[in-house]
């Protein structure tokens, strides 16, 4: 059974008679449920009766109905309403534009808007480039999507997929001082979605690419990459292969186990799962055999498509073909990235010796955590309530901060290892244990330091060909001259 949770955060309105046990026993009322009492205030009361409010997290909608029952079933109590505190803070949307500048008398105006604002258009379109000085170009990412593979929620559309949109652009600003915006896109057709993002790219520095399903993502972001001059991120595949790629460095710390010996079972590959592996054989694994519904990813099948067909060629190089249950066997490190309870804590028992198991289904993990805990020495997982919290907001803030204050042009596999390992290294070695393998993702040192690992990637790669760091002081000072 799920538990209580701050995302059913609920405060309850009760009408109740005055007295000196009202408000125990509407807290006992709640508590008997089993949701968790966060807080309870008075907020009337005469001689006749009393207004309370009963805060709480509850499981789920079902769970909410349950409590409104039981205080509906006590004598003289009654529920005026209930206010929920996710949609509260939904109302309205999550985000708002602000202007940097201010705007306080006639030179203001003169200078922000017309006519001083025609020497800076000119200006950029004398020398485009400037445009990621002089505009919101600098420091703002598109955060794209068509609303086909929302969260655990699949294709609820575009309007729908809104708010997940908002809440990864908060987290951008929160985290990175990155201004994002969200740009949904309310059609599923791959050409027409690249034609748009190519339309609108002159406005922003960097694309993150968001809850697109596969297989269409995959060619979604090579095509963008390779038609656009600024860095394109799937967040889904690279952004959850980064932060996984961090947790493994460290886990394998903890079990004493390199990365060139263990062998690995990805379940899953699709657009998480195939972008981990990928990064994984990047940074020296040798040993990995993916997994599908249908089993090891092997040669000897019939490729459904591309991506499937590369994980065959890279990977399993001792032709595996078996159930997932049956190559976990023996097997050092799981990494799931499919389904919610396709194993149990029986399955894990059968891996070797101090196991790693990352079990990334959300909001249910492929097996019980505390099951696999029983068997294996590290287990993370993509849930808050649980240590070891596989989060991709512990990398997409920083890599789009170092991206956009070194310039970037594209985004290499470097960049994403470098990511990596500077995660990985913000948990010192006095503080990694089996709970504690990646940080917090309110350490503010995170988003720092991965910014500055792939600064200094962009500027070796830049250097190995020959190209000079972009300048980031000049200021133009006439119509395209430059001080």
């Known amino acids: ?139 703002t990412v598109a ?20 708010p997940v949109m908002e809440g990864k652009a908060a987290l951008f600003k929160q985290f990175g001082d990155v201004d994002a915006w969200p740009v949904v896109l309310d059609t599923k057709d791959t050409e027409e979605i690249i034609r748009i993002v190519k339309a609108i790219a002159p406005a922003y520095g960097g694309v993150n690419l968001e809850d697109i399903s596969a297989p269409r993502c995959f060619e979604i972001e090579r095509r963008l990459r390779e038609e656009l001059d600024i860095p394109v991120f799937h967040d889904d595949q690279h952004g959850t292969a980064i932060v996984v790629l961090a947790a493994l460095v460290n886990a394998l710390k903890v079990v004493g186990k390199r990365m060139a010996d263990v062998r690995i079972v990805v379940s899953g590959v699709g657009a998480a799962g195939s972008a981990i592996i990928r ?20 040669r000897a099948k019939p490729a459904p498509d591309e991506n499937w067909a590369w994980i065959a060629e890279h990977t399993n190089d001792e032709a595996v073909d078996n159930t997932l249950r049956e190559g976990l066997a023996g097997a050092d490190v799981f990494i799931g990235v499919s389904a919610a309870g396709i194993l149990t804590g029986a399955d894990i028992a059968t891996m070797a010796d101090d196991a790693i198991v990352f079990a990334l289904a959300n909001p249910t993990p492929e ?46 596999d470097d960049v994403m290892r470098a990511a990596a390992i500077a995660i990985a290294d913000v948990v010192s070695d006095a503080e990694r244990n089996a709970n504690f393998i990646v940080p917090s993702v309110f350490d503010p040192e995170v988003a720092e330091s991965v910014a500055r690992a792939v600064v200094d990637v962009v500027r070796t790669e830049r250097q190995e060909r020959g190209e000079e760091m972009p300048a980031t002081g000049a200021i133009p000072l006439g119509l395209g001259g430059h001080g």
């Open 1 to 139: 059974m799920a538990i209580p949770s701050p995302s059913y955060s609920i405060t309850i309105r009760v009408e109740s008679p005055s007295g000196p046990r009202t408000t125990t026993a509407l807290v006992a009322a709640v508590g008997d449920t089993g949701a968790a009492v966060t807080g309870i205030d008075v907020v009337e009361s005469t001689g006749d009766g009393m207004v309370v409010d009963v805060s709480a997290n509850a499981r789920d909608e079902a769970h909410v109905e349950e409590m409104r029952a039981r205080i509906s079933s006590m004598d003289g109590f009654s529920v005026r309403n209930i206010s929920d505190a996710t949609f509260l803070m939904h109302l309205g949307g999550k985000l708002e534009v602000r202007p940097k500048v201010n705007l306080r008398h006639r030179d203001d105006l003169s200078r922000a808007y017309t006519p001083g604002v025609a020497r800076v258009c000119l200006a950029i379109a004398a020398r485009p480039e400037d445009a990621r000085r002089l505009t919101i170009k600098r420091n």
């Open 143 to 162: 955060v794209v999507t068509d609303g086909t593979a929302v969260l655990g929620l699949g294709d609820i559309g575009a309007a729908a997929a809104m």
């Open 279 to 298: 990064l994984l054989l990047k940074q020296g694994a040798r040993h990995i055999v993916g997994y599908d519904i249908n089993g090891a990813v092997c």
């Open 367 to 412: 097996v019980d955590p505390l099951e696999a805990a029983e068997h294996a020495a590290v287990v993370a997982t993509g849930r808050s309530d649980y240590p070891n919290q596989i989060n991709n907001v512990l990398a997409f803030p920083g890599i789009f901060r170092g991206l956009l204050d070194a310039r970037a042009v594209s985004i290499s």
